[in-house]
């Protein structure tokens, strides 16, 4: 069974850091495309970085571009996304994702809140 567990979400101040962890189970994560999601009230999910499968090229929304970065370990099968310089507009819940040809696989999520 497939499971992704989110944790690391929480309130900050507008101009700090948090780091999301997403612990893996059931699956081999290198072969995986991983991602990281995030949605508002109202609002469609977005993709705020992702790493494709076999790879470490990583991929980022403009918004996120140099304050984001995302990582995995291979032997931990953990994915991370690391949120520096965050503002008001960063508040969301947070979803790690899976992906392996059609099938996604999300994690319940984790809210992030940036205090102004």
């Known amino acids: 069974q497939v499971q992704l567990v989110e944790s690391g979400g929480g309130l900050v101040q507008a101009g700090g850091s948090l780091r999301l962890s997403c612990a893996t189970s059931g699956i081999t994560l290198r072969l995986w495309r991983v991602g990281w999601y995030r949605q508002v009230p109202g609002k469609e999910r977005e993709m705020v970085a992702f790493?494709?499968?076999?790879?470490?090229?990583?991929n980022y929304a403009d918004s996120v571009k140099g304050r984001f970065t995302i990582s995995r370990d291979n032997l931990s099968n953990t994915v991370f996304l690391q949120m520096s310089s965050l503002k008001p507009e960063d508040s969301a819940v947070y979803y790690c994702?899976?992906?392996?040809?059609?099938?996604?696989?999300w994690g319940q999520g984790t809210q992030v809140t940036v205090s102004p």
């Open positions: 790493i494709p499968a076999g790879s470490d090229l990583t």
């Open positions: 994702s899976a992906v392996l040809s059609t099938r996604w696989v």
